[in-house]
């Protein structure tokens, strides 16, 4: 019998590659191309930032604020899969969306509760009556929730089920409790059973609270994610819905990330023509000034914030300029960390190139063009760098924690096993001793190193088999949301 089709209207803040700052962009873009090559009628809904050209004029309509109305202005595009286009829909309004970035206002409460509000809004306008709506971090989080409560007797809208992805439990959206009427919700609201939290209001909370099922990216961060190391105070919730809540691997557009066509690169190549990655790591030496030739290159690039483990990078700078190799750096985010790279440019200048900025191409040079990517992070939800670097032939050196404990297998010199170097302790000496362990193989073990690339590049971390276990999560999540409808109403 052949698989019901879904309806799935995909909401997220970011969506590559029309707004992206990190993970949470690369899988709002390539998810739902994944889906919809599965056969699913899957639409993806994101605010139309300044920054996005495109965009053709649908609709508008108005928004009911708190005692005002706002006016969505409703456009649309395509994006390109393999056989099929995904519908793109662009909620506008300049006042919200017309400035310079994407996040960090003071007004990131009523922003996005706008555009909660202007996409469910949406829906009646363009006949699209989804099955089920995911929603994806804070920003989407009040979805479930007006869902819920506003919409509940709605029967346009009582139907639709939702999960709620945690890509990054780190980051709420915590306001204060004055939000709550922004947000058109009483005092009711203000418990600890509810939105209350520490004092204020969390929005990621709503989420978790009233989507019918919960995921996160990685099944072991859906593990440590119900523990108070990792739990950001939210774990006590997290292990009430235990039963709701998933882990399910981020893959990554494998058309995009391919060094066989990736026209950013210098060289192309293939598992067959390895050796021709070479010459992108020559280029990229030259191109970011450092001494060109078989020099070991080590690579990172990453938002410059406390969970991506630079503070660990930053206490053994010196050591790991003493093994003679060369770093570099693209990263963007706090002052403080681009100025400490900044002090190692000036300190270490043949060996260390820091570009500081979000890049895109130049990641890909970078990914394409070092031997080692490091990522050792603090916590990390699924990452997706490390799934780049394997795909590029290059070796990951990782902090064995969440999703880069399920994808990245330690070494086994002994058995030949493994696809990269981890270590399990968040300390400096920690990762000192796996980027040694990695040097030693690199530069006395060619033939074993190039079985580590080689392993790397024909592992399959696309999107094909974690696409139809989402399409399994929305089944079970429609049933859940039905079986509650129908023993609420009947
Ligand atoms: P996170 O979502 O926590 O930032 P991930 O590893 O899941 O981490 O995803 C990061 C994505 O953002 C990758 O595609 C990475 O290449 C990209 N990225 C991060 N920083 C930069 C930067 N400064 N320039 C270009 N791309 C970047």
Known sequence: MPRKLLKILFASSEVAPYAKTGGLGDVAGSLPKALAELGHD???????????????????????????????????????????????????????????????????????????????????????????????????????????????????????????????????GVFNKKTLKLIGLGDEFFTLERLEFYGKINFMKAGLLYADIINTVSKKYALEIQTSEYGERLDGLLRKRAQDLYGILNGIDYEEFNPETDPYIYKNYNIETIDLKRENKYALQKETGLPVGDTPLIGIVTRLVEQKGLDLIGNIFGEIMDTGIQFILLGSGADSYQKLFAEFKIKYPQQAAINLGFNPELAKKIY???????????????????????????????????????????????????????????????????????????????????????????????WERSAGQYAQLYDKAIHKHLATLYRVVG
Not at 151 to 171: G, K, S, W
């Open 42 to 172: 899957v639409r993806i809904v994101l605010p139309k930032y300044k920054q996005i050209a495109e965009g053709d004029y649908v609709t508008d309509y108005p928004v009911e604020m708190d005692h005002h109305l706002e006016t969505g202005i409703l456009r649309q595009t395509k994006l390109k899969g393999r056989n099929y286009q995904v519908p793109v829909y662009f909620i506008d309004n300049y006042k919200y969306f017309y400035r310079d970035g994407i996040y960090g206002f003071a007004d990131e409460a009523e922003r996005y509760n706008f555009f909660s509000k202007a996409l469910l809004g949406m829906l009646p306008r363009i006949d699209f009556q989804p099955h089920l709506i995911h929603c994806n971090d804070w920003q989407t989080a009040l979805i479930p929730l007006f869902l819920k409560t506003k919409y509940a007797e709605d029967p346009f809208y009582q139907r639709i089920a939702t999960l709620f992805t945690i890509h990054n439990l780190q980051y709420q």
């Open 368 to 462: 394409a063009g070092v031997d080692m990517f490091l990522m050792p992070s603090r916590f990390e939800p699924c990452g997706l760098a490390q799934l780049i670097s394997l795909r590029y032939g290059t070796i990951p050196i990782v902090r064995a924690t969440g999703g880069l404990v399920d994808t990245v297998q330690d070494y086994d010199e002994k058995k030949g096993e493994g696809n990269g170097f981890s270590f399990k302790v968040y300390e400096p000496k920690a990762l000192l001793e796996a980027i040694k362990r990695a040097l030693t193989i690199y530069l006395e073990k060619p033939e074993q190193w190039r079985r580590l690339m080689v392993n790397g590049m024909k592992a399959d971390y696309s």
